[in-house]
């Protein structure tokens, strides 16, 4: 008769699938908590003691780890000096085993749980058997994951055993998941030892979704969260409506939210291809929307559009007269889901946007390696800002300044942000010099930059921008300053009356 050791911590459509195991001549062996849970159910179970010939000991941390369990996992059937030390051992081969691990990931979110509840539910023995079955799978089947219980009991119902190349698979899904285990441990030791960049760097993610493709139709992709969701994220949105979110998709709408947490009123940014085309601020989220709109009308065709309020009907009735490939707000209105549910492939969602993202790490893969940084959430206060020039800012001034450093923090580098009454007016993103983007934006600006705003995610080298600036009549400037020949700056500002303020920080946006 065949052997079955079952202990599991997810219970999940279990008691069904061992009875057929029963039914097809496997001897099952368990302990604790799933033990109890098969005989209460009327299964038949030999407990892990009765095997062992030692009782469990220390509160249950030492129960399965014994010659008399692995012996039965790791020997290799067929071998004549295995079988020989099997049978002087008088140890029972298991042929089937079904673990899955003490809850450690489900401790550590709960904000309740001590320090000692986390180490109690690091689990020892289950991936020790998990490793030794994965091992074995040769002769051993091993199950991680309930939704692998169909496919092993069809493929015993036929076989009379699993076959071999499932027995690979299932073997491959345990040393994932165990990895994963021990990386969250690993990381959670990390973080209460305040080891910000280990020595090995351990990160794991769950599968979210295959996607259809990456950037280009001919790249591979999937989508893939975290341990710990942040609320205001993409990965932890609810879609409504619309077709199933692209790579690039997931990609704007994070380049969105990224931008929309720096407001705390009314705001609407629109992106393309993961740079703003238009940011606009209001009294209420129709203004708001109206001005993203109206800074860039041509560039939000096939963008995004996210909103830090509900969406109502007078801005669906907007929105709808567009193509765009994602809404994402926190909510929306009966009507307003009424009126952009008509176009059946727009992407409707709604995401928490209660909470902002503190902090968190980014991570930018490079050829054989991966570059870890902390998220730029860095915000200046007016109070931090040094006006260098003769002319001094109005409390406008700084209001308006501040909004478009603010916009210009998430827009390519080099990046220059013009804004005017709450909302962009020009974009210059990306350009390999300073003064290129600045005449992108000036371009686009037009007539409007005549008494207009204009930001710089970095320090200007010389004073060409400031020159270029004056010809289109920018009344103030934002830049972090710190350049040798800042004063070529200040003496050009000086020239023109030009106000011009110094953040003293710096962002890049690579």
């Known amino acids: 008769m065949k052997r079955a050791l079952v202990s599991v911590s997810d219970k999940t459509n279990l008691v069904p699938f061992v009875k057929r195991l029963v039914e097809l001549g496997y001897e099952i062996i368990s302990t604790g908590g799933t033990k109890k849970a098969l005989e209460e159910a009327g299964v038949e179970v030999i407990a892990v003691d009765a095997v062992t010939g030692f009782p ?5 941390r030492v129960k399965t780890l014994h010659p008399m369990i692995h012996g039965g996992l790791l020997a290799k059937r067929g071998d004549r000096s295995h079988q020989q030390q099997v049978d002087e051992n008088q140890i029972k081969y298991i042929d089937l085993v079904c673990v899955n691990l003490y809850p450690f990931a489900k401790t550590i979110q709960n904000t309740a749980s001590t320090h000692e509840d986390k180490i109690e539910n690091i689990d020892i023995g289950g991936p020790s058997m998990l490793r030794s079955a994965a091992k074995n799978f040769n002769d051993v089947t091993v199950i991680v994951d309930a939704k692998d219980y169909d496919l092993v009991i069809s493929e015993i119902e036929e076989n009379q055993n699993t076959t071999l190349k499932t027995r690979q698979m299932l073997a491959g899904k345990v040393f994932n998941h165990t990895a994963a285990y021990d990386a969250m441990i690993a990381n959670y030791f990390n973080e209460i030892n305040e080891i910000e ?3 090995k760097l351990t990160l794991t993610y769950d599968l979210k979704q295959g996607l259809r493709y990456g950037e280009n139709p001919h790249q591979k992709a999937a989508f893939y969260q975290t341990l710990q969701q942040p ?3 993409v990965v932890n949105s609810q879609q409504l409506h619309g077709k199933e979110l692209s790579y690039n998709n997931i990609a704007d709408a994070n380049a969105a939210l990224e931008i929309l ?5 009314p705001a609407a940014v629109a992106v393309k291809h993961m740079n703003p085309c238009g940011v606009g601020l209001g009294s209420t989220i129709e203004e708001a929307y109206d001005k993203a709109y109206q800074a860039d009308p041509v560039s939000i ?10 969406v109502t ?12 490939e994602i809404v994402i707000a926190p909510s929306f209105s009966e009507e307003a889901l009424a009126i952009l549910k008509q176009k059946k492939n727009l992407r409707l969602l709604i995401t928490d946007m209660s909470k902002r993202l503190e902090n968190g790490m980014k991570l930018a893969s490079v050829k054989g390696g991966v570059l870890v940084q902390d998220l730029d959430t860095l915000q200046v206060n007016k109070e931090e800002l040094e006006c260098v020039t003769e002319v001094q800012p109005t409390s406008e001034d700084l209001k308006q300044l501040m909004f478009g450093f603010n916009v210009c923090k998430h827009v390519k580098s080099n990046a220059i942000t013009l804004v005017k009454e709450d909302m962009t007016i020009g974009i210059g993103a990306g350009q390999m010099n300073r003064v290129g983007s600045a005449k992108i934006a000036l371009e686009q600006a037009g007539e409007l930059s005549q ?6 995610d970095a320090f200007f080298p010389m004073s060409d921008t400031v020159e270029l600036a004056a010809k289109y009549g920018i009344k103030a400037i934002i830049q972090p300053g710190g350049s040798i020949k800042d004063q070529d700056s200040i003496d050009a500002c000086n020239k023109h009356g030009i106000c011009m303020v110094f953040t003293k920080v710096r962002h890049f946006k690579h």
């Not at 469990?56 to 249950?60: K, M, P, S, T, Y």
């Not at 065709?301 to 509900?310: H, P, Q, R, S, W």
């Not at 009907?313 to 765009?324: D, Y």
């Not at 008494?451 to 710089?456: C, E, I, P, T, W």
């Open 301 to 310: 065709f096939g963008g995004i559009v996210a909103l830090n309020k509900e």
């Open 261 to 265: 947490q720096e407001f705390e009123g």
């Open 197 to 199: 960049f280990p020595e």
């Open 313 to 324: 009907k007078e801005v669906a009735e907007k929105l709808h007269q567009l193509f765009l």
């Open 451 to 456: 008494g207009a705003y204009l930001a710089s």
């Open 231 to 233: 609320s205001y994220s």
């Open 56 to 60: 469990e000991i220390l509160e249950g």
